[in-house]
């Protein structure tokens, strides 16, 4: 179907972490959106009930059943292939459960009234997720005719602080069930999430706290055995400036006589008050951008592919998410 290779060739289901609020939701869906470059048919897919991507692709919200969303990126002006995607939420996931075991989606809709879903989502979080994790893993896996329905799936899944637990499935059921059907379904949804097929990417600004949440987080799942993805360095700002000027500014050595010149012959009055100021705020900028480099090289040591997303200026609307998707594509991501 492709043109060409990408960095995740193999892989058929992206789950998509980092810290909160760095973009986990906007960047599942523009890969989503890359992935179905030229005709690929792929599912984003979340899991905590928040309704995001309905927001994002501005649709009714998404009920626990996959709906086509948007269409793909296209080449050359033509579209590309469909994107659908699911709202997985616990209780939805616990009937989908009793359901697919015993057969009991009735029962389970007057449980719910009763609590067992309180029960299973505070009691035995474990179940909750590898329902949600089993639903990803199912469609990624799921065939028809042959061949697989969907070409990718994506996972707008928990941050950093809980990645670990919720994608470690089979460790944390084993303490719930020994055997049985619980058993064999966390087994199954561990050996997907384990098996090349699943990569784990990272969502990061460049930004301290979200950068050592992505490093500690990328070590986790490391230890946990997991295949490691891409890191997503997202809401990237241009340096607007040429090296040796930055350099200049950071040092404290910006010519102020110079910019005074310039913006006396633009017509501006005060002209050496105006590029004092300028002076002071370029050196920030500069100290910033050095900042941001030293971050680059931190990201850079944890041997992942990287990749890097535009501060879109005026909000995320689906003009940005297709840019944002053409940006993943053409730097390898899909
Ligand atoms: N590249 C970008 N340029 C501009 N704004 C962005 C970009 N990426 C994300 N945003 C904005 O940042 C905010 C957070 O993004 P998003 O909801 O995708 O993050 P999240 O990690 O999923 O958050 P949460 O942890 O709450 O689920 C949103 O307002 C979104 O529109
Ligand atoms: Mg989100």
């Not at 990803?136 to 969907?150: D, L, M, N, P, Q």
């Not at 999430?193 to 784990?200: F, Y």
Request: proline letters at 4%; hydrophobic letters at 45%; a negative charge.
């Amino acid at each position: 179907m492709r043109a060409r290779d990408t960095d995740w060739e193999g892989v058929r289901l992206h789950v998509v972490t980092g810290k909160g609020g760095t973009g986990k939701t906007t960047v599942a869906a523009a890969l989503a959106l890359a992935l179905s470059y030229n005709g690929g048919k792929v599912l984003l897919i979340e899991v905590e009930g928040r309704q995001g991507i309905a927001r994002l692709f501005d649709c009714p919200p998404l009920p626990y059943a996959e709906r086509k969303v948007g269409i793909g990126l296209g080449k050359d002006g033509r579209t590309g292939g469909d994107l659908y995607a699911l709202a997985v939420d616990p209780e939805g996931a616990l009937l989908d459960y009793l359901d697919m075991f015993y057969g009991l989606r009735h029962a389970g809709q007057a449980l719910t009234r009763l609590g067992l879903v309180d029960f299973a989502t505070t009691i035995a979080p474990g179940l909750s997720d590898v329902l949600r994790t089993g639903k990803a893993t199912e469609a990624a896996r799921r065939k028809a005719g042959g061949r697989e329905v969907y070409d990718a799936v994506v996972m707008d899944a928990p941050p950093t602080g809980r990645i670990g637990r919720f994608l470690n499935v089979s460790v944390e059921v084993s303490g719930l069930a020994k055997v049985g059907p619980v058993r064999n379904h966390a087994d199954t949804v561990a050996r997907v999430i384990r098996s090349p097929q699943t990569a784990v990417h990272f969502v990061t600004t460049l930004e301290e706290m979200p950068i050592q949440e992505t490093l500690d987080g990328l070590a986790e799942l490391r230890s946990l055995g997991l295949q490691l993805g891409g890191i997503f360095i997202n809401k990237v700002h241009p340096d607007g400036l040429a090296e040796a000027d930055l350099k200049a500014a950071a040092e404290g050595r910006t010519n102020e006589a110079e910019i005074a010149l310039g913006l006396k012959a633009a017509g501006l009055a005060d002209a050496q008050t105006l590029a004092a100021g300028l002076a002071i705020e370029l050196g920030e900028h500069a100290r910033n951008v050095a900042l941001q480099e030293r971050e680059r090289r931190e990201l850079a040591a944890a041997g992942q592919p990287r990749y890097e997303l535009p501060a879109i200026t005026d909000g995320i609307d689906l003009g940005g998410l297709y840019r944002l998707a053409e940006v993943l594509r053409n730097q390898g991501a899909a």
